[in-house]
């Protein structure tokens, strides 16, 4: 299992404690450019959620997520980099969506 898997499991289990459906969306020729979670909550609404690794060198968008993140965003659907499963990151979901934020903190590496 990758580092970044187990975190990505980590998130799950941390956001259905705190009440939220997830369902994790499989990548493939089919499904290319998806984030790697969708979630949704009664109160809080959904969020598209990407897991990368801590470590910014670590992780990098996907050629069809570089394509697809920007057509979400244009069309009212954010996308959330969540890196651990901490209270820390819980919080970036109440904040504007942060993925671009991400890339461009990425290009630097």
């Known amino acids: 299992m990758t580092p970044e898997k187990i975190i ?10 705190k009440g939220w459906f997830v369902k994790r969306t499989h990548g493939g020729m089919f499904q290319s450019g998806f984030p790697d979670d969708f979630a949704s909550h009664p109160v809080h609404g959904h ?32 996308v959330w980099i969540l890196v651990a499963a901490t209270e ?9 969506p942060n993925w671009t934020a991400y890339q461009a903190m990425m290009k630097r590496y």
Request: net charge positive.
């Open 8 to 17: 990505q499991i980590k998130i799950e289990k941390m956001l259905e404690r």
């Open 47 to 78: 969020r598209w959620v990407e897991v990368k690794l801590p470590d910014l060198k670590g992780s990098r968008f996907t050629k069809a997520q570089l394509v697809e993140f920007p057509k979400f965003e244009a069309h009212g659907s954010g």
């Open 88 to 96: 820390a990151e819980y919080e970036l979901l109440f904040r504007k």
